[in-house]
């Protein structure tokens, strides 16, 4: 079974802060992903990655970064927590190829006071 | 980039009864359609996919259909019960495009016992 963990469910935060959201894949998969999930705005692609150190911006980079320096890790940071970036975070993680499924982490969900 | 439509938002069906939800797509160039399953406070986890050279894919109580002219795929879930209750979302994947998965907004199905 492929697992993706992310390692804080629950976090609350001031604005302003630095927030570090870790996802790890144990599946040995090239292709890795953070979507945020809004009510009535579906799943959105923040960054995406195909291969260590690599990256590319998805549909909504602006105030992200992201940062994988091992194949199985991926980081999702936001430099300075604003209100609006108050949300659930998932991480997906795909292996190469076509046609191929994407598995979900369990979530973070964000609070940014 | 690909863009893909879901309808309808909710949808509320007795239990017993089927329950249709559709999307569309914008690029042609698409070959890979997931459908996934949402349960409250869950990851999302796939159901049933299909892929462009298959029209029709059946599983049990649940099956795809794909029109690639008309560029739409419909989930369709038949003899509802209520753990069917959840939020649905379709994709779609090009082959060329770092294998990205968009997103539908979502369905959110509620099956009444």
């Known amino acids: 079974d492929v697992k993706v963990t992310q390692s804080s469910r629950y976090l609350v935060k001031r604005t302003g802060e630095k927030v570090f959201l870790e996802c790890v894949q144990d599946m040995d998969h090239e292709n890795m992903f953070w979507y945020r999930q809004d009510p009535g705005l579906g799943l959105r692609l923040i960054y995406f990655?195909?291969?260590?150190?690599?990256?590319e911006k998805g549909d909504i980079p602006e105030g992200y970064s992201v940062s994988r320096e091992k194949k199985e890790r991926f980081s999702l940071i936001l430099e300075s927590a604003s209100t609006n970036q108050t949300s659930m975070y998932l991480c997906?993680?795909?292996?190469?190829?076509?046609?191929?499924?994407?598995?979900f982490g369990e979530g973070s969900w964000l609070t940014v006071v | 980039g690909e863009n893909v439509e879901q309808h309808p938002s909710t949808l509320s069906v007795q239990e017993g009864d089927s329950a249709v939800i559709k999307c569309t797509y914008s690029d042609s160039a698409s070959n890979y359609f997931p459908w996934y399953k949402q349960e409250l406070g869950k990851r999302p986890q796939l159901i049933i996919d299909i892929r462009s050279n298959v029209g029709e894919k059946k599983d049990q109580r649940i099956a795809v259909t794909l029109n690639k002219t008309a560029k739409h795929f419909s989930l369709h879930i038949t003899e509802t019960q209520p753990e069917d209750s959840a939020v649905y979302f379709c994709?779609?994947?090009?082959?060329?495009?770092?294998?990205?998965?968009?997103f539908g907004g979502g369905t959110r199905l509620m099956v009444k016992p």
């Open positions: 990655s195909y291969d260590v150190k690599m990256k």
């Open positions: 997906a993680s795909r292996p190469g190829g076509s046609g191929n499924t994407i598995y």
């Open positions: 994709a779609a994947s090009m082959r060329n495009a770092g294998n990205m998965l968009t």
